[in-house]
Structure formats: C-alpha cells, structure tokens
C-alpha cells in the first residue's frame, strides 16, 4: 500500500491559473469605473474652461481625501463582513476631544496624539461590542454613531471650538510643493499601505477569506475575532486621521461636522466595487471610486450645479454601475 | 428491533404493490438545463396511490431538481407532468402544494419565530371574515391533525423551542394538512435519533395506509428496503431503472446507481501502531458529553461510531478548541495543553475536517490554492508578505497528491465537486505537516470514487505515521478503515471495540444501547 | 400571559413605565393626560415611519430611503398647495400615500427584480430622493404663510382631544397590528424573514414580499411627509436630515432582529415610544436637549446586547442527564 489516491496513472498536472493577468484585468470593474472616471474628466474639460487648472483640480482633491482615507479602512472592514457606520460621529468625537485639548493650551503633537487616540478608542469600543460580544456591527455602529456625536453635543452644545494654532492648519491646508497638498499627498500614501496590506500581506488574505466564509475561516485556524477587532480599530484610527484633516482644513470644531459622511464613505467603497455583503474588492476600486466621486462633484460645481444635486448623480452611479450589467445580462437572456 | 446488516430484509409484497395499478403521478420526459449541465434529461418518475416508492442515487443524480420540479421551484424544459391522469403545470409553488404535492425536506424547512400551528398552515390558513386568518380554526385544525399522528405538541409553541423530531412531526402534519396526493420526503431520516426514525416509519405507514403515494429520497439501503414499494434509480440525470423493491436486491441497486458492479473495497492495511500521541482524560461538556476518555497512537486510524446526535462531532469540535470543555484534559506527545481555539489546535498539530463541507470546510468564493494555503501562511509568506509563487508550489504539492480533479489552481473552490472540494480541505491540512487529523464524516454525501480515493489516502497518511480519527455512521466504511472504534451513544462511551469485538452487530448494540442488557 | 411576561415587550413595557414614574416623581405635570398626549402626537410621525420600517427589516431588508421620500413628497405637497391653494386636503392625501409608495416600489423593484442588496439600494436613492427636492424647489423654502389653512390645519384638528396626527398613528397601528397577525402577507413577512429558504417552498415569494414591505414603507413614509410639512408649516430640502436612522434605532430598541424574522408590532410602538418619551422629557427635566442623541445611542447598544444575549442558541443537548436541568 504505497501508492493511492492516483489509481495507478501519474498525477495529473494542474496549471496555476486559467486565464493571464490581461484577461482578468478587461473583465474587471476597477477599468469599467476607470473608463466612467475619464469619461467624467474629459466631459468636464469640455464643459468648463476652468476644470484644467492645476490648482482648481487641487483644490478638487479636498472632495474626497479625507472620506478615502476612512473609505480604505472600511473596504477592508466590509470585505470582512462586517460595518462601521459610526465614522462621521468619531470625526465629530475626535474633532471635539481635540478642539477641548486646544482649551486647556495643547500644542499641535498633542492635538494630534488626542485625535488619533480618540478614533483609536472609539474603534476599540465598537470592536469590543462586536467581536467580544458578538453583537451585530450595522446595528452596533447606528448605536454608537448617535452616541459619539451625542457626546460631541452635550460637550459643545451649539457652541463650537476654535483658536487651534497656527501650524496646526498645515495638516488640512498646506501644500508638499505647487499645488501638490499635504493631504492628497497622505492619501496616496495611505492608498499604498492599504493596497499593500489588503492584496500583498497575510492579513489582507486573512480578510478576504472571513469575509467569504468566517466559519470555515475560523476552522481554518483564523482567529476571526483578533482580525476583525485589528479591522475596527483601523477603522477607528482613520476616523481620527480623517477628524484631523477636516478640523484643520475648517479651524473649528462643531458637533455637526462631517455630518452624513458615514454614508458617502459607504457608497464611495460600493461603488469602488466591494460587495456589500463581504467578501470582494480591491484598494485601487476604491482609490478610482474616489476620483469618480470627487470629479463629479468638482465638475458640477464649475458648472454651478450645487452638491446637492451631484448627489442624484452619485445615488445613480452607485444604483447603475450595478444595476446595468445586470439588466444587460437579464435582456440578453 | 433488529438490524440486519449482511443482508437486506427482503419486502414483504404489500396492499396494492402490484405493476399494473394506475399511477396518481406520473412524469415523462422531463428534461431540466442549467447553465452548463443537464441536471434532467427525459427522465421518468411514476408514483402510486398508497405505495412508498423509493428515488435513488447518487449526488448529482438530479433528485433534488426532480423534488424542485415536482413542488414547483423550476419548471421543466421539456416533457409532462400528469396527475390522475390530467396533464399539470406548476408555475409556482403555490401550484403543486394546491394540486395535493407537497414535500418535507432534508433540512426541516420551516420557520422557528412562528407557531407549531402556523407552521402546518403557513400558505393555506383559514380565512374568516374580510379574508382575514382565522387563528381560533387554525388551533383547532392544527390540533386535530396533531392528534391524528400522535404528535404532543402545542399549536401556540413557537417552532424554536421544539427539537428536530418536533419539527419533523410538525412537517408531516403541514403535510397532512392539505390533504396532499403526494407526499415527498427528502431524506427524512438523515438528521434522526434511531428511536425517532422508527417514529417516522410508523407515520409513513399510516400516510401509506391512508392512501397517499410517497416519494422517499433516501441513500440508507436498509431503510429502503424496509419500508419502500417501489424504486426508481437515477444516474447523471437520467432515469436508469425502476420496479418493484421485492424484484431487486441491494446489489442490483448499487449497480444502477454507479452503473458498473461495485463492491466497496477498502485499502489493505498493516496494523503497525506507534506510541501514543493524542491523550484525553476526563473530557466533560455540560449539555453534550461527559467522561470522555481515550488514547490515539501514532499511525492509527481510530473510528468513532454512533447514532446521528450522539455527540461524536461535539467532542471533536471541543478538541479542536471550537467549542470548551468544561472538565478533563488533553495530552499531546505527554504533554498537557490547553485548546481554546481552532488555532490553537492548529498550532499543536491536531486538524479537523468538518462534516459540513460548504459552511466550515471550505472557503467558497476563494480560488483552491488559497483554500489550501491559508492556514500555511506564516509558511508561504515572508514577513507577513504574500509569496505567491510559495503558495502555487505548496497547493500543487498537496492537491495534485490527492489526485484533485480542476480546472486551475486558481478556480474558486465552489465550483469543484462535493468529492474534489473535500480533496482541498484535507490539502490545506496535510499541507500543515499535522500528528492528528479528525475527519468527521469525510465520503458523507461524495461520489464513489472519490470516496475511494478518500480512504485510500487516508490509509497512506497512517501508513506515514500520521494518527487518524474517523467519525462515521457508515458501518463498512467504520469497519473497514479503523484499527479501533469507540463508539458513543447519548454523549458518553458506549463501547470499545478490537479485533474480533470489532464486528457490525456489536456496533449497532452498543450504539442502539441494546449491548447494555445483559 | 406567562409567556408575555418573559418577552422583549414586558421588559421594554416596564422601562418605559419605569422612566415615567421617574420623570413623575419629581415633575408629575409631564405625566398629565394632556401632556401625554402631546408627547404621543409628536411621536406619530415617528412611529408610522418605524412601522413601515418593521415590515421591511422583518423581510432582512433595510429602508434609509424614508427620510428622504418623507421630505421630497413633503415638499411636493407644499409646493402643490402654495400654487394651488384650492386643492383639497383629501387630494393631498392621495397624492402623498400614492407618491411616497411609487419611491417605495423603486427600491422594492431594484431589491426583487435586480437581486440589488437593500442597503445599497435605499443609499442610492436616499440621495437621489433629497437631490431630486433640491431640483424642484430649486433650494427655496415653503414657508407657512403660503400654505394654505385647510392644509396645515388638517394634522392639528382636534377630535375628542387628540389631534388628527394621532389619530392617524392609532389609526395605522391598529391597521398593522390586524394585517401583520391576520393577513397571509402579514405573516409572509415573517416566513421570508425567518427563513427565505422554506418560504418559497410554502409558495411565497420571497422578492415580491419584500417588494410589498418597500411598498408599505413608502407609503408611509409618503403620507408623514405632508402630515410633517402640514404640522412644522415649513418644507424645505433638509426636514427629517437623518431622520432614518432615528426609525431604525426605535425598530431596534423594540426588538425587531436585524437579521430578519423576529419581532413584533407592539415592539415597535413601544420603542418609538421610549424615544419620544426620552425626547419630550429631557428639556422638562432639566437636562438640555443635546443629550437626547448620546441616549438612544446608548439605548440601542443596550437594547442590541439584551436581544441578541436572549436569542442566542444553546447547543443540542445530548446528555441524557443534562436534559431535565435545560
């Protein structure tokens, strides 16, 4: 009994893959949402003379840096299988934990050091909540999103915090060099660090197979909940990065800041392509998804259609880019 | 009740068993595509007033597309369906279960947050005035068909409070309840306690009695032969066979079912058996098992036998750190450790291939080599950076070992058979270099020749020095495989079984409690 | 009654109860019968919204459109009155509840037809919905001094002491407590909810269920929204900003499972309730109003914990001597 299993012939050989790396590239939807984003930039070059300016496309870049900056900690948190709803509200905690500490004279290291440990917090507590607990994220994260910005509320009122100092705006208003500013040079780098961990490290793989699977996951000698709590957490520190930006860029504080982001950063990792339901999606889907979503509202704007109505636009492209190749494949049946 | 294994009961003829009565249904032709595969190509089914008449046949054979077929789910692509006589299409559900079918299935398909009675009348509940449910009837209704099959149940009780048998009953009362033609039971038995099955056998009795023609979709033989008319055999979606049970013996069935004569043959094995290498003392669980205790040495395959709930799977899930014991220990190599999670074991050398293949087994959705790799990272990786090149090499290694049947190693794990998919998990464990490895149910629901290369290889890992636990409820599969068998009933250890012990009749006593009387 | 006692609902009841003898205590004029029914009739639209909202989580679904399509059939009825004072009210009624179930239907169609996750869908047209305000009103307001009296009156009319808001809230809730109990439909949303598997093989529909609850909830949400813009006498694009989530929140502190299949309508009432109550109570109570949010957060963590600790499974018992403790 030495040889089993292969019935006498040789093993049969099984090639790595089946198709080349073009092949899966034309089918994916990160180059469908790259062709509606120069779709995007090339009718709006056409439609106002101002939208290839340098520094107008700069200042375009503030659109969406801060909300890409959650919406890559949420794509790996929604390719787990799990959600953070409560990320405007921890912008809105860290923003005031950060305009209080200006009160009692804090300088820029320690404003930011408050900001990034409130999110860090915040992140915690809804991962204790879900991981240790095992109570279910969406849920959880409407709860906690009423009560971070409710404490935001009852600390500041209708009040607002301002005089944070002068260096402290570098982070929401400077630039690296020309128009090039700090914060879109931060959310490069971060797109990096997120496509490396989330497509070329361990961890990333990690995510995608909970989010396939948990339980086989976890039968797989996963630790499910340490990977989640990690993805919470992250998602937590973003909020305070982002919470950092976003106060520096306005110099003040009110309870009602980044209200409704939670919801634009959830369409911008959808419409990146992430499946709601866990288990798809890649960093550059997303990074395009930003660009899409910045550009629209950028372009819009030069046309002086107000936000408000983008957002139709947006709610389309988010229902379409699903819905069509799904209609198109029903009228071809 | 006495179980015959070497032999099936021949049945006895029965009322009405006779090749010339009309069939109340009869399906001809019937042809059913999916994207890729025909799942039905012009198959022929006929079922009898008052006769039980048994679908055979492998997975894939198309007796679940029948079963949807018959209730509606899918319409056909070709062929009739004719009941007493009439031509009928079933458009929805709603369809079949107004034209008397209706079907309880493998899985209790019914709903926990509502009541026993609304469960028998979800559908088709009494109306009162304005249209509106008469719940008042519906109690009584529901009482009164309970009654009707000795079932003690209360109509208010919400289904999440009843146990499997319960709900069992409760199905058979939705089927009584719209006085269905035809009732079909989709391996009705696969989830029961041996005293709750003779349970079932006694109301297929009564539903035979009262005239009802009964499709029973089941891959027991002994139960087949026990209570069936008739038989009908499917093979890749065709319709190979049928006739009457007293014309057929379990040879001939088999050979139907896998198209050639097989005998289960099973690897030959030298029992050389090494020094211990898994020890576990004093196992206890509140709820599932107690006083566990038992040695693994190196190179053994040990089988565990017992009923379906005897709580063999809970007190490997506990060794594999899925759930906690609360009492007893663990010995690895002499040395005592603690397993608080499947990691954990992972670490220690002990894996676990789980009976439920799609929800705990693989990771549908992830192409195979990541399947295999992913509790091999720190192995493949560098860093904690991917290599991918490491994880081709490893996952071709392991598959291509187990002999696995894809397209790509990069394919999702989904699209392989049940056979191929179980070949992935047991790669991504031995790719692990594990000492123990628990297989719990490993052919349940996979081809023969998978199956066969399943125990081939399981013979060649012991013969490598690997320990096996097999957890089984196949009798030859258990006595063909294992050096030894503990067998379990009730959650404690009925029995230990060697060399002569080790025989079919005294696993059955030991699992059925019956080897308890002296 | 036993089995009451033990429930969710008993357990919500007695805070409730709890939380006004509370307030009582030291402020007793809160819990006069006037003052209840004030807090009622301001809790109204909440609740209507959040039993629309039951339907559609009781089928795994979720709705984030309703603030939005509230607003914009809001707005609709406001700007149809300031330009047509002489339409009638029974009119404006129509035209709310069919409006607001036709941007029900467009998420039912997307969740049925399209095989689109809800939550997806009702993003998307959350902000088509608000934008689509924007574009017909151009960003104006609609002010009370062009709205007619007949139309901001209607809401506010007494009868025997409670004002036509709540009646209709009574009205609707009764309305639900019958179609959910007694109704094929009502009880479908509960089978497609529990187990969608075994819904179709009773012959339910599991898309066009879920389908109906869009509707359902539309419709709901269609008529609060002129009952909204009648009573505050203002429509403009932001009113109800947020409101859905505040709708969810009062499902989940009522205990209706977000994963489907379980809860009830008295559950619902009574969560929109303790909302309210808590809202109503706190400028009387002296504790300002900015606490109002960081409450029902902390009430639907609380309410969250307990559901989901009383729901969860216990193993099979399989021990012979193990089953008479369980």
Same mark, same amino acid.
């Given at each position: 009994?030495?040889?089993?299993?292969?019935?006498?012939?040789?093993? /049969?050989?099984?090639?790595?893959?089946?198709?080349?790396?073009?092949?899966?590239?034309?089918?994916?939807?990160?180059?469908?949402?790259?062709?509606?984003?120069?779709?995007? +930039?090339?009718?709006?070059?056409?439609?106002?003379?101002?939208?290839?300016?340098?520094?107008?496309?700069?200042?375009?870049?503030?659109?969406?840096?801060?909300?890409?900056?959650?919406? +890559?900690?949420?794509?790996?948190?929604?390719?787990?299988?799990?959600?953070?709803?409560?990320?405007?509200?921890?912008?809105?905690?860290?923003?005031?934990?950060?305009?209080?500490?200006?009160?009692?004279?804090?300088?820029?290291?320690?404003?930011?050091?408050?900001?990034?440990?409130?999110?860090?917090?915040?992140?915690?507590?809804?991962?204790?909540?879900?991981?240790?607990?095992?109570?279910?994220?969406?849920?959880?994260?409407?709860?906690?999103?009423?009560?971070?910005?409710?404490?935001?509320?009852?600390?500041?009122?209708?009040?607002?915090?301002?005089?944070?100092?002068?260096?402290?705006?570098?982070?929401?208003?400077?630039?690296?060099?020309?128009?090039?500013?700090?914060?879109?040079?931060?959310?490069?780098?971060?797109?990096?660090?997120?496509?490396?961990?989330?497509?070329?490290?361990?961890?990333?793989?990690?995510?995608?197979?909970?989010?396939?699977?948990?339980?086989?996951? @976890?039968?797989?000698?996963? /630790?499910?909940?340490?990977?989640?709590?990690?993805?919470?957490?992250?998602?937590?520190?973003?909020?305070?990065?982002?919470? %950092?930006?976003?106060?520096?860029?306005?110099?003040?504080?009110?309870?009602?800041?980044?209200?409704?982001?939670?919801?634009?950063?959830?369409?911008?990792?959808?419409?990146?392509?992430?499946?709601?339901?866990?288990?798809?999606?890649?960093?550059?889907?997303? $990074?395009?998804?930003?660009?899409?979503?910045?550009?629209?509202? +950028?372009?819009?704007?030069?046309?002086?259609?107000?936000?408000?109505?983008?957002?139709?636009?947006?709610?389309?492209?988010?229902?379409?880019?699903?819905?069509?190749?799904?209609?198109?494949?029903?009228?071809?049946? | 009740?006495?179980?015959?294994?070497?032999?099936?009961? $021949?049945?006895?003829? /029965?009322?009405?068993?006779?090749?010339?009565?009309?069939?109340?249904?009869?399906?001809?032709?019937?042809?059913?595509?999916?994207?890729?595969?025909?799942?039905?190509?012009?198959?022929?089914?006929?079922?009898?007033?008052?006769?039980?008449?048994?679908?055979?046949?492998?997975?894939?054979?198309?007796?679940?597309?029948?079963?949807?077929?018959?209730?509606?789910?899918?319409?056909?692509?070709?062929?009739?369906?004719?009941?007493?006589?009439?031509?009928?299409?079933?458009?929805?559900?709603?369809?079949?279960?107004?034209?008397?079918?209706?079907?309880?299935?493998?899985?209790?398909?019914?709903?926990?947050?509502?009541?026993?009675?609304?469960?028998?009348?979800?559908?088709?509940?009494?109306?009162?005035?304005?249209?509106?449910?008469?719940?008042?009837?519906?109690?009584?209704?529901?009482?009164?068909?309970?009654?009707?099959?000795?079932?003690?149940?209360?109509?208010?009780?919400?289904?999440?409070?009843?146990?499997?048998?319960?709900?069992?009953?409760?199905?058979?009362?939705?089927?009584? @309840?719209?006085?269905?033609?035809?009732?079909?039971?989709?391996?009705?038995?696969?989830?029961?306690?041996?005293?709750?099955?003779?349970?079932?056998?006694?109301?297929?009795?009564?539903?035979?009695?009262?005239?009802?023609?009964?499709? +029973?979709?089941?891959?027991?033989?002994?139960?087949?032969?026990?209570?069936?008319?008739?038989?009908? $055999?499917?093979?890749?979606?065709?319709?190979?066979?049928?006739?009457? %049970?007293?014309?057929?013996?379990?040879?001939?069935?088999?050979?139907?079912?896998?198209?050639?004569?097989?005998?289960?043959?099973?690897?030959?094995?030298?029992?050389?058996?090494?020094?211990?290498?898994?020890?576990?003392?004093?196992?206890?669980?509140?709820?599932?098992?107690?006083?566990?205790?038992?040695?693994? /040495?190196?190179?053994?395959?040990?089988?565990?036998?017992?009923?379906?709930?005897?709580?063999?799977?809970?007190?490997?899930?506990?060794?594999?750190?899925?759930?906690?014991?609360?009492?007893?220990?663990?010995?690895?190599?002499?040395?005592?450790?603690?397993?608080?999670?499947?990691?954990?074991?992972?670490?220690?050398?002990?894996?676990?291939?789980?009976?439920?293949?799609?929800?705990?087994?693989?990771?549908?959705?992830?192409?195979?080599?990541?399947?295999?790799?992913?509790?091999?990272?720190?192995?493949?990786?560098?860093?904690?950076?991917?290599?991918?090149?490491?994880?081709?090499?490893?996952?071709?290694?392991?598959?291509?070992?187990?002999?696995?049947?894809?397209?790509?190693?990069?394919?999702?794990?989904?699209?392989?058979?049940?056979? =191929?998919?179980? &070949? $992935?998990?047991?790669?991504?464990?031995?790719?692990?270099?594990?000492?123990?490895?628990?297989?719990?149910?490993?052919?349940?629901?996979?081809?023969?020749?998978?199956?066969?290369?399943?125990?081939?290889?399981?013979?060649?890992?012991?013969?490598?020095?690997?320990?096996?636990?097999?957890?089984?409820?196949?009798?030859?599969?258990?006595?063909?495989?294992?050096?030894?068998?503990?067998?379990?009933?009730?959650?404690?250890?009925?029995?230990?079984?060697?060399?002569?012990?080790?025989?079919?009749?005294?696993?059955?006593?030991?699992?059925?409690?019956?080897?308890?009387?002296? | 009654?036993?089995?009451?006692?033990?429930?969710?609902?008993?357990?919500?009841?007695?805070? %409730?109860?709890?939380?006004?003898?509370?307030?009582?205590?030291?402020?007793?004029?809160?819990?006069?019968? @006037?003052?209840?029914?004030?807090?009622?009739?301001?809790?109204?639209?909440?609740?209507?919204?959040?039993?629309?909202?039951?339907?559609?989580?009781?089928?795994?679904?979720?709705?984030?459109?309703?603030?939005? =399509?509230?607003?914009?059939?809001?707005?609709?009825?406001?700007?149809? =009155?300031?330009?047509?004072?002489?339409?009638?009210?029974?009119?404006?009624?129509?035209?709310?509840?069919?409006?607001?179930?036709?941007?029900?239907?467009?998420?039912?169609?997307?969740?049925?037809?399209?095989?689109?996750?809800?939550?997806?869908?009702?993003?998307?047209?959350?902000?088509?919905?608000?934008?689509?305000?924007?574009?017909?009103?151009?960003?104006?307001?609609?002010?009370?001094?062009?709205?007619?009296?007949?139309?901001?009156?209607?809401?506010?009319?007494?009868?025997?002491?409670?004002?036509?808001?709540?009646?209709?809230?009574?009205?609707?809730?009764?309305?639900?407590?019958?179609?959910?109990?007694?109704?094929?439909?009502?009880?479908?949303?509960?089978?497609?909810?529990?187990?969608?598997?075994?819904?179709?093989?009773?012959?339910?529909?599991?898309? &066009?269920?879920?389908?109906?609850?869009?509707?359902?909830?539309?419709?709901?949400?269609?008529?609060?929204?002129?009952?909204?813009?009648?009573?505050?006498?203002?429509?403009?694009?932001?009113?109800?900003?947020?409101?859905?989530?505040?709708?969810?929140?009062?499902?989940?502190?009522?205990?209706?499972?977000?994963?489907?299949?379980?809860?009830?309508?008295?559950?619902?009432?009574?969560?929109?309730?303790?909302?309210?109550?808590?809202?109503?109570?706190?400028?009387?109570?002296?504790? @300002?109003?900015?606490?109002?949010?960081?409450?029902?957060?902390?009430?639907?963590?609380?309410?969250?914990?307990?559901?989901?600790?009383?729901?969860?499974?216990?193993?099979?018992?399989?021990?012979?001597?193990?089953?008479?403790?369980?």
């Amino acid at each position: 009994m030495t040889e089993t299993a292969s019935h006498g012939q040789a093993p /049969r050989h099984i090639p790595d893959r089946l198709q080349g790396p073009g092949a899966r590239l034309l089918k994916s939807w990160e180059l469908l949402l790259f062709a509606v984003a120069v779709a995007i +930039f090339v009718a709006n070059s056409f439609a106002s003379p101002y939208f290839l300016n340098a520094w107008n496309l700069s200042d375009a870049t503030f659109n969406f840096t801060e909300k890409a900056m959650i919406a +890559f900690a949420m794509a790996l948190l929604i390719i787990s299988g799990e959600i953070d709803l409560s990320v405007a509200s921890i912008i809105a905690l860290c923003s005031t934990a950060m305009g209080a500490a200006v009160q009692y004279g804090a300088g820029t290291p320690e404003i930011v050091l408050i900001g990034l440990a409130t999110g860090l917090a915040c992140g915690a507590f809804n991962a204790v909540l879900v991981t240790k607990m095992g109570l279910p994220s969406i849920v959880v994260t409407i709860g906690t999103m009423s009560l971070f910005r409710g404490i935001s509320y009852i600390v500041l009122g209708d009040g607002a915090y301002r005089g944070y100092p002068a260096d402290f705006a570098y982070f929401g208003q400077g630039y690296v060099f020309w128009v090039i500013s700090f914060e879109f040079v931060l959310f490069a780098l971060l797109a990096v660090l997120y496509y490396i961990l989330l497509h070329r490290t361990n961890f990333g793989r990690m995510v995608y197979a909970i989010g396939n699977n948990a339980t086989a996951a @976890s039968f797989s000698g996963i /630790r499910v909940a340490r990977v989640k709590f990690i993805l919470f957490l992250l998602t937590g520190l973003m909020s305070g990065v982002a919470a %950092i930006c976003l106060t520096s860029r306005l110099g003040s504080t009110r309870p009602s800041i980044a209200f409704g982001w939670e919801l634009e950063v959830v369409t911008m990792v959808v419409l990146g392509g992430v499946s709601i339901l866990g288990g798809s999606g890649s960093i550059p889907g997303v $990074v395009i998804a930003a660009f899409v979503m910045g550009l629209v509202t +950028f372009g819009l704007g030069l046309l002086n259609v107000p936000g408000i109505v983008m957002s139709i636009f947006i709610g389309l492209l988010l229902i379409g880019v699903i819905a069509l190749p799904r209609l198109w494949a029903m009228w071809r049946r | 009740m006495q179980v015959s294994l070497t032999t099936p009961p $021949v049945a006895e003829s /029965r009322n009405g068993a006779t090749a010339d009565a009309a069939p109340v249904l009869r399906l001809e032709g019937i042809t059913k595509t999916f994207p890729g595969v025909k799942a039905l190509d012009g198959v022929t089914l006929e079922l009898y007033p008052g006769q039980v008449t048994a679908l055979v046949g492998e997975n894939g054979a198309g007796k679940s597309t029948i079963v949807k077929t018959l209730t509606g789910i899918y319409q056909p692509d070709g062929g009739t369906i004719s009941l007493g006589g009439e031509p009928v299409h079933f458009a929805t559900a709603q369809d079949a279960t107004a034209a008397g079918i209706t079907a309880i299935h493998q899985e209790t398909v019914l709903f926990d947050e509502l009541s026993v009675a609304e469960n028998i009348f979800i559908g088709h509940a009494p109306r009162g005035r304005f249209g509106l449910i008469d719940w008042s009837k519906m109690r009584r209704d529901a009482q009164e068909i309970l009654s009707r099959i000795d079932a003690d149940l209360d109509p208010d009780m919400p289904l999440r409070e009843l146990g499997i048998a319960s709900k069992h009953l409760v199905a058979i009362a939705r089927a009584l @309840s719209v006085d269905a033609r035809v009732v079909i039971m989709d391996e009705p038995t696969a989830a029961l306690s041996h005293k709750e099955i003779e349970e079932l056998y006694e109301l297929v009795e009564r539903l035979r009695a009262e005239g009802r023609a009964i499709l +029973f979709i089941s891959h027991k033989f002994d139960e087949i032969f026990r209570i069936a008319d008739r038989y009908t $055999v499917f093979r890749d979606g065709q319709h190979v066979g049928s006739g009457l %049970i007293a014309d057929v013996d379990e040879a001939e069935l088999v050979r139907l079912m896998v198209g050639r004569s097989v005998d289960q043959i099973f690897p030959q094995r030298a029992h050389n058996v090494g020094d211990e290498v898994l020890k576990v003392v004093g196992y206890a669980h509140p709820t599932e098992f107690d006083e566990i205790n038992f040695t693994l /040495r190196r190179g053994e395959i040990l089988g565990f036998y017992g009923l379906v709930g005897a709580g063999r799977s809970e007190v490997m899930q506990a060794l594999f750190g899925v759930t906690r014991p609360s009492k007893g220990a663990v010995r690895i190599d002499g040395q005592v450790r603690v397993i608080r999670s499947p990691a954990e074991a992972v670490e220690n050398g002990i894996v676990y291939v789980p009976e439920d293949r799609g929800r705990q087994g693989a990771v549908i959705g992830l192409p195979i080599f990541q399947n295999v790799t992913l509790p091999s990272l720190a192995q493949t990786s560098r860093g904690g950076f991917l290599r991918l090149s490491e994880e081709f090499a490893l996952a071709r290694e392991y598959t291509e070992r187990l002999d696995l049947r894809a397209a790509a190693l990069d394919q999702d794990v989904g699209n392989l058979s049940g056979g =191929n998919q179980q &070949k $992935v998990v047991i790669a991504k464990w031995l790719a692990t270099k594990p000492k123990v490895i628990i297989l719990d149910e490993p052919t349940k629901g996979i081809d023969i020749g998978s199956k066969a290369a399943v125990h081939g290889f399981m013979a060649e890992l012991a013969a490598q020095g690997l320990s096996v636990i097999m957890v089984s409820s196949e009798i030859p599969e258990v006595l063909g495989m294992s050096d030894r068998v503990i067998v379990m009933r009730e959650g404690l250890i009925a029995a230990e079984l060697e060399g002569e012990a080790l025989t079919p009749e005294n696993l059955v006593r030991h699992a059925a409690g019956i080897g308890a009387q002296p | 009654m036993t089995q009451f006692l033990k429930s969710r609902e008993a357990i919500l009841s007695a805070a %409730i109860l709890a939380l006004l003898m509370l307030i009582a205590s030291r402020f007793p004029a809160f819990v006069a019968p @006037s003052n209840l029914a004030r807090v009622f009739t301001d809790t109204s639209p909440l609740i209507l919204l959040a039993l629309g909202q039951t339907v559609v989580i009781l089928t795994r679904c979720i709705d984030l459109s309703v603030a939005a =399509n509230l607003a914009l059939t809001g707005m609709v009825c406001a700007m149809l =009155n300031a330009t047509y004072p002489g339409v009638p009210v029974a009119v404006i009624l129509v035209l709310a509840l069919v409006m607001g179930a036709v941007m029900g239907m467009v998420n039912g169609l997307l969740v049925w037809k399209l095989n689109i996750p809800p939550i997806v869908v009702t993003l998307g047209t959350m902000t088509i919905y608000r934008g689509i305000i924007f574009v017909i009103s151009g960003g104006a307001w609609v002010n009370a001094h062009e709205m007619s009296h007949a139309f901001t009156g209607f809401p506010r009319a007494e009868l025997l002491g409670l004002p036509v808001l709540a009646w209709i809230a009574i009205l609707v809730t009764g309305l639900f407590f019958l179609g959910i109990a007694r109704t094929p439909l009502g009880r479908a949303f509960y089978a497609v909810g529990g187990n969608p598997h075994a819904a179709v093989y009773t012959g339910i529909d599991v898309g &066009k269920t879920q389908f109906m609850a869009f509707t359902i909830s539309g419709m709901l949400a269609g008529l609060t929204g002129y009952l909204w813009v009648a009573r505050y006498s203002v429509a403009y694009v932001d009113i109800a900003g947020g409101f859905e989530l505040e709708v969810v929140a009062a499902c989940v502190i009522g205990g209706i499972s977000i994963a489907g299949g379980a809860g009830t309508i008295l559950g619902t009432l009574l969560g929109a309730l303790f909302l309210g109550i808590v809202k109503n109570a706190l400028p009387v109570v002296d504790i @300002s109003p900015f606490w109002q949010l960081a409450i029902s957060g902390t009430a639907i963590i609380v309410a969250v914990a307990f559901n989901t600790r009383s729901g969860r499974n216990k193993g099979r018992i399989i021990l012979k001597r193990a089953e008479g403790h369980a």
